[in-house]
């Protein structure tokens, strides 16, 4: 059974950075691409970014392309989103998702994900 379980969420102002975590339990890593998603009060789920099994290709949504980077280490099991520039826009629950699929096929099926973590709360203050 795959568990995926974030952390690092926090309170930060408006232009600053905070990196957040997911370590996934339970099976080998290498073999998962992993998504960052968040949802806003009131919206509906987002799309931020997904990162193949090997760390070599990464696809971002618009919202936070070349703002926010996700990297990952396999042998610790564990993916990371560091964000840059926030904007009180970027406030929401950052959720961790990973699937088997290569990021090809995700792309296809719109990020259709397997796996999903209980989310971290990020804060931006204006």
């Known amino acids: 059974q795959v568990q995926l379980v974030e952390s690092g969420g926090g309170l930060v102002q408006t232009g600053g950075s905070l990196k957040i975590s997911c370590a996934l339990y339970g099976r080998n890593f290498d073999f998962y691409s992993m998504a960052w998603f968040r949802q806003a009060p009131g919206k509906e789920r987002e799309f931020v970014g997904v990162?193949?099994?090997?760390?070599?290709?990464?696809y971002y949504g618009d919202s936070v392309r070349g703002r926010f980077a996700i990297s990952r280490d396999n042998a610790k099991n564990m993916v990371y989103l560091q964000m840059n520039s926030l904007k009180p826009e970027d406030t929401a629950v950052y959720y961790c998702?990973?699937?088997?699929?290569?990021?090809?096929?995700?792309?296809?099926?719109?990020?259709?994900?397997?796996?999903w973590g209980k989310g971290t709360l990020v804060t931006v203050s204006s």
């Open positions: 998702a990973g699937s088997q699929a290569n990021v090809g096929h995700l792309i296809a099926i719109n990020y259709r994900m397997e796996y």
């Open positions: 990162i193949s099994g090997s760390g070599g290709s990464q």
